[in-house]
């Protein structure tokens, strides 16, 4: 019986587009069935207290230092765009 994944995920999101092909083959080679759900995360953050991206600092935004957010988008198959 294939496992079903409820994927919450921002269409803004960094994280998302950096993602979303490894989760893709992972989800695909094991046989799961992905439920994609686009939310809006400025409400929650609204009530949650949360900042979203572009209102927290670089550290925080990303938890990396510039060069560990270049080495994961280099990792995950996307190319240096500056």
């Known amino acids: 019986m294939p496992v079903t994944i409820d994927y919450y995920m921002s269409l803004t999101s960094p994280w998302t587009y950096l993602g979303s092909a ?3 083959e992972i989800a695909g080679r094991n046989g799961a069935i992905v439920n994609i759900k686009p939310c809006k995360f400025g409400p929650i953050f609204e009530q949650t207290g949360g900042l979203p991206l572009p209102k927290r600092s670089p550290a925080a935004a ?5 060069d560990g957010v270049e080495a994961l988008a280099r990792g995950a198959g996307h190319s240096d765009q500056s």
């Open 22 to 24: 490894a989760f893709a």
């Open 62 to 66: 990303t938890g990396l230092s510039d």
